[in-house]
């Protein structure tokens, strides 16, 4: 776009409104985009009035990094730059900085790497030393302006609004979105081809509702599998104890037949009465010990709440919580004390029960010395009676016991079906957003396939049936089969013929171990959608797995730029990625984006500053290694001189190029 190739463009003209009064002028405004004020740069934005020239002003509201500031560092002593809100590029050779510059950005943030964190933490130690300082500008989505701050040797950052007050916010807590990409952080998440976690960054807000839903029902999954748990350490065979109860009937028929349970029957009726009574004082024993606990539960949740200083209640709405929080303690109270004086007076009041019963015992002594001439014996009998009756209450709790669980059963049944139904509202966003994406992306085709993460279901059973010998091959055969851990869960319970084709009956009672220990894993898995990505390569669409390291990152380059309205700081997006689809593809998607999107991305490639049209370019150089850092519009003509110098080698060098290139054509 410089010299004589100016010619081959057509520039965009001014045509004449023949206004017939004055305030007719100007009712059909332009804008000329200028990074410096004189007749060349004008020239230039007419030469290039697709990028240049809008027939509207550009006002939309979105996030920002207005600034950034290094202080007392140690690679770093002091500079401060100002950001564009569309294309800041960051230049400068090898080792000058430019990837120290993001990573104390980055840092400032609270955002971990992605990859290399030792070699990006020395980066950090060395920039700052051990009092370094670096601030962060920003405006949030919502307008606001905040400062960030955060000195070397911080785990936190401080966040201070408009009026410079220091707040409690944290800088990514919702008021401010960063997407972040360092060296090679694009290779690393191009080797898990799959990874959902792509269109979701695109889609944060529209299934926020979904994952606080989803969310809600894992917590109820909790609270139902811990009661299940519970319930389920009841584990009498209830078929045993209804065979235990037959032969004990049956051992008592002799008795029945001699007419001697009618003589022992008062005391029978006696020690029965007498079970109960001591299981009655058991449960007081437990609401004793439950109360205490609830009572200490209810006063920290109360107090952690009531206890804070309230900004505008009145005084009458604070004196009715006061009088809540009285009230409650009074009656938990009250509670305990009548559980206290009822075991207190437990023995007091079945005292004269205790004595009448030893009373029915002597009497029954007496008579049984009669029956023992008949070789019945009185003591087995009442064994026998105190047995059976043991053996009915267990029998009729388990019945009990088991009709809760087969209802907690259904409950958990349900709620798997309210989670499916979320997980699979938030697919039909994901596709949505997919082909919204692919829309906008000529040389990317992209689809969401459902819960079709193999390799996540996989490492889920290879690390949960760790030890037991089940071959990785039966493993694979069983999530082929079965589409997420409920399905397994309801598998082995069930024990299909399907099932007992893949696994053994050793092998089946190895899983069935491993779920009852992971039962909230088993239910609650389900494995992720699935992103498939095909680049278009010499007019066809490959799959992803078998694109080069190149093309993979030139589709998900692709896929970041395409859409957003946060931040995006990529550090050398051109990694990997040849100059044809740079300037084909991603200088294209900038153009596009970067009106409507803040983008910070430090690079070596000159299509990147020049054809996409940088509207601040940052220069850094490292003198003595102490870093130095200019910044001004791609228009000026130090500006532009500097790119040549780093990027093109030099005005030399790119001339001999020009010369040669002119040659070839």
């Not at 088993?522 to 066809?540: G, M, V």
Request: aromatic share 10%; glycine share 4%.
């Amino acid at each position: 776009m410089y010299g004589d190739s100016y010619r081959s463009h057509i520039p965009a003209y001014v045509t004449y409104s023949d206004a017939k009064k004055i305030e007719e002028l100007g009712k059909n405004p332009h804008y000329v985009k200028l990074g410096c004020y004189d007749f060349k740069t004008l020239k230039f934005a007419f030469l290039n009035h697709e990028l240049r020239l809008s027939s509207g002003y550009q006002d939309d509201k979105y996030p920002l990094i207005k600034s950034v500031q290094i202080e007392s560092g140690n690679f770093i002593k002091r500079f401060e730059t100002q950001f564009n809100r569309s294309l800041n590029t960051i230049i400068g050779i090898r080792g000058s900085g430019k990837s120290t510059v993001l990573e104390l950005i980055r840092w400032c943030f609270g955002l971990q790497p992605n990859e290399d964190d030792k070699y990006k933490e020395q980066i950090i130690k060395n920039a700052l030393g051990n009092s370094g300082k670096v601030t962060v500008n920003i405006i949030s989505k919502d307008g606001y302006e905040y400062k960030i701050e955060k000195y070397a040797g911080d785990n936190y950052e401080k966040v201070f609004n408009d009026k410079n007050e220091l707040t409690q916010l944290k800088a990514l807590s919702g008021l401010f979105n960063l997407s972040y990409y360092g060296q090679r952080d694009l290779a690393k998440i191009s080797q898990d081809y799959g990874k959902i976690s792509i269109i979701d960054d695109f889609i944060k807000d529209e299934i926020d509702s979904l994952r606080k839903k989803e969310k809600t029902i894992l917590s109820t999954l909790d609270e139902l599998i811990n009661d299940l748990k519970n319930n389920q350490k009841f584990n009498y065979d209830i078929e045993q104890l209804k065979e235990e109860l037959e032969v004990k009937s049956e051992q008592k028929r002799k008795f029945e037949e001699k007419k001697a349970d009618t003589v022992f029957k008062e005391q029978a009726n006696y020690e029965k009465d007498n079970i109960k009574i001591d299981q009655i004082k058991s449960i007081f024993e437990e609401i004793k010990n439950e109360l205490g606990s609830f009572k200490t539960h209810v006063l920290e949740n109360f107090d952690s709440v009531s206890k804070m200083k309230f900004n505008v209640l009145k005084s009458s709405d604070v004196d009715f919580i006061n009088a809540f929080r009285k009230n409650i303690i009074t009656l938990i109270g009250d509670l305990e004390k009548l559980i206290n004086d009822s075991i207190h007076n437990y023995p007091e009041q079945f005292k004269s029960f205790l004595e009448n019963m030893e009373k029915v015992k002597e009497k029954t002594r007496q008579l049984s010395e009669e029956f023992n001439k008949d070789n019945i014996d009185s003591n087995f009998y009442f064994t026998l009676e105190k047995d059976i009756e043991k053996i009915r209450i267990k029998i009729n709790t388990l019945d009990n016991i088991n009709k809760k669980i087969r209802n907690i059963k259904n409950e958990l049944d349900n709620k798997i079906v309210e989670l499916t139904k979320v997980r699979r509202d938030i697919y039909s966003i994901r596709l949505k957003k997919a082909k919204e994406l692919e829309s906008k992306i000529n040389f990317v085709q992209l689809d969401v396939i459902y819960r079709d993460n193999e390799e996540s279901f996989l490492e889920f059973l290879s690390d949960r049936l760790s030890g037991k010998r089940i071959s990785k091959q039966k493993s694979e055969k069983l999530i082929k089969k079965y589409k997420s851990g409920y399905e397994i869960v309801k598998a082995v319970e069930g024990s299909d013929d399907e099932f007992n084709d893949i696994l053994t009956p050793t092998e089946t009672f190895s899983l069935r171990e491993r779920i009852e220990k992971y039962y909230h894993d088993f239910f609650t898995f389900q494995p992720d959608d699935r992103l498939n990505i095909k680049y278009k390569s010499h007019e066809a669409f490959k799959e992803f797995k078998h694109l080069s390291i190149g093309q993979r990152a030139a589709a998900l380059l692709g896929i970041i730029l395409s859409e957003g309205c946060d931040p995006l700081i990529i550090d050398q997006p051109e990694d990997d990625i040849d100059n044809n689809t740079l300037y084909e593809g991603i200088i294209h998607l900038l153009h596009e984006q970067k009106n409507s999107r803040q983008f910070i991305l430090a690079t070596h490639n000159s299509n990147i500053v020049v054809l996409g049209d940088s509207e601040n370019v940052i220069i850094c150089h490292s003198d003595k290694d102490e870093f130095k850092g200019t910044n001004n519009s791609i228009d000026t003509l130090s500006v532009q001189h500097e790119i040549i110098n780093i990027m093109e080698g030099g005005k030399d060098a790119f001339e001999k190029r020009k010369l040669i290139y002119q040659l070839w054509s």
